[in-house]
């Protein structure tokens, strides 16, 4: 073979590999990208719930002790006199012990909170 011949398919060959390298790389950083994404917005829907959670706690302590008689649950929401405080509730419990109030919710079947207020 001439030397110019194996040069050349040499160079081909080292073509083909960068080409196969590269593009590995812009897939696995496509699918790297698109994960880092996904979890993006799920951190922030979860970032979102928690405040609507703070949100609705802050509402029910304020007007403690006739909040507790103000809260409804119904078809997966959380009323607060007649309006929506949260949706999306997958369960909610109120129990009242002497001067102590504890409110146990779950939010999406993601987020679970206990609260304790004092009457």
């Known amino acids: 073979m001439n030397y110019k011949n194996i040069k050349k398919a040499f160079s081909l060959l080292e073509l083909i590999f ?3 390298i590269g593009s590995l790389i812009v897939f696995y950083s496509t699918i790297y990208t698109k994960e ?4 993006q917005v799920l951190n922030q829907e979860l ?3 928690k405040l609507d959670l703070n949100s609705a ?3 029910i302590e304020k007007n403690l002790p006739s909040s507790k008689n103000k809260l409804l649950f119904k078809e997966n929401k959380l009323f607060y006199e007649n309006s929506i405080l949260l949706e999306k509730v997958s369960s909610f419990s109120m129990l009242q012990n002497a001067n ?8 999406d079947k993601k987020i ?3 609260w304790s207020f004092r009457l």
């Open 47 to 49: 970032a979102m719930m």
């Open 18 to 20: 960068v080409i196969l």
């Open 36 to 39: 880092l994404y996904e979890n």
């Open 112 to 114: 679970i909170q206990e």
């Open 100 to 107: 102590i109030l504890k409110i146990k919710i779950e939010l």
């Open 57 to 59: 706690k802050i509402i």
